[in-house]
Protein backbone atom coordinates (compact mmCIF):
# COMPACT_ATOMS: atom_id res chain seq x y z
CA UNK A 1 0.00 0.00 0.00
CA UNK A 2 1.65 3.46 -0.91
CA UNK A 3 -0.77 5.94 0.75
CA UNK A 4 -2.99 5.94 3.35
CA UNK A 5 -6.11 8.26 4.29
CA UNK A 6 -5.81 8.98 7.57
CA UNK A 7 -7.97 10.97 10.45
CA UNK A 8 -8.53 14.13 9.04
CA UNK A 9 -10.52 12.94 6.53
CA UNK A 10 -12.91 11.71 9.04
CA UNK A 11 -14.50 15.10 9.54
CA UNK A 12 -13.91 16.50 6.30
CA UNK A 13 -14.60 13.92 3.25
CA UNK A 14 -14.23 16.41 0.69
CA UNK A 15 -14.05 14.10 -2.34
CA UNK A 16 -11.16 15.95 -3.93
CA UNK A 17 -8.81 12.87 -4.18
CA UNK A 18 -11.23 10.14 -5.72
CA UNK A 19 -11.91 12.75 -8.33
CA UNK A 20 -8.42 13.62 -9.12
CA UNK A 21 -7.37 10.22 -9.07
CA UNK A 22 -6.65 8.89 -13.01
CA UNK A 23 -7.36 5.00 -11.57
CA UNK A 24 -10.27 4.92 -9.52
CA UNK A 25 -8.50 3.42 -6.69
CA UNK A 26 -10.40 5.87 -3.97
CA UNK A 27 -13.78 4.61 -2.43
CA UNK A 28 -15.77 5.81 -0.21
CA UNK A 29 -16.47 4.16 3.16
CA UNK A 30 -19.11 5.28 5.44
CA UNK A 31 -16.09 7.35 8.08
CA UNK A 32 -14.00 8.04 5.41
CA UNK A 33 -12.57 7.70 1.66
CA UNK A 34 -10.28 4.27 1.50
CA UNK A 35 -7.27 3.94 -1.28
CA UNK A 36 -7.58 0.70 -2.71
CA UNK A 37 -3.62 -0.93 -2.69
CA UNK A 38 -3.81 -3.18 -5.54
CA UNK A 39 -4.67 -0.56 -7.91
CA UNK A 40 -3.33 2.34 -6.71
CA UNK A 41 -0.22 3.45 -9.36
CA UNK A 42 1.26 5.53 -6.72
CA UNK A 43 0.84 9.02 -8.43
CA UNK A 44 0.46 11.11 -5.69
CA UNK A 45 -2.12 13.35 -7.27
CA UNK A 46 -4.29 12.59 -4.19
CA UNK A 47 -2.23 14.17 -1.63
CA UNK A 48 -1.90 17.14 -4.39
CA UNK A 49 -5.37 17.57 -3.87
CA UNK A 50 -6.11 16.69 0.03
CA UNK A 51 -7.45 19.55 1.35
CA UNK A 52 -6.46 18.39 5.10
CA UNK A 53 -3.61 17.06 4.40
CA UNK A 54 -4.79 13.34 5.36
CA UNK A 55 -3.00 11.56 2.71
CA UNK A 56 -0.02 9.74 3.86
CA UNK A 57 2.65 7.44 2.57
CA UNK A 58 2.66 3.79 4.29
CA UNK A 59 5.86 4.71 5.27
CA UNK A 60 5.48 7.72 6.72
CA UNK A 61 2.31 7.17 9.24
CA UNK A 62 2.86 7.55 12.91
CA UNK A 63 2.02 4.97 15.95
CA UNK A 64 -1.40 6.53 15.85
CA UNK A 65 -1.58 6.69 11.80
CA UNK A 66 -1.53 3.12 12.07
CA UNK A 67 -4.61 2.01 12.64
CA UNK A 68 -5.97 3.75 9.58
CA UNK A 69 -3.63 1.52 7.45
CA UNK A 70 -5.41 -1.50 9.71
CA UNK A 71 -8.60 -0.09 8.60
CA UNK A 72 -8.02 0.34 4.36
CA UNK A 73 -6.63 -3.35 4.29
CA UNK A 74 -9.68 -4.72 6.23
CA UNK A 75 -12.28 -2.34 3.96
CA UNK A 76 -10.81 -4.18 0.89
CA UNK A 77 -10.57 -7.64 2.17
CA UNK A 78 -14.14 -8.34 2.06
Not at 35 to 51: E, F, K, R, S, Y
Amino acid sequence: MAFVITAPCETEKAGECATVCPVDCIEEGSDHFYIDPDICIDCGACVAVCPVDAIVEEYELTPEQEPYLEKAEAYFSK
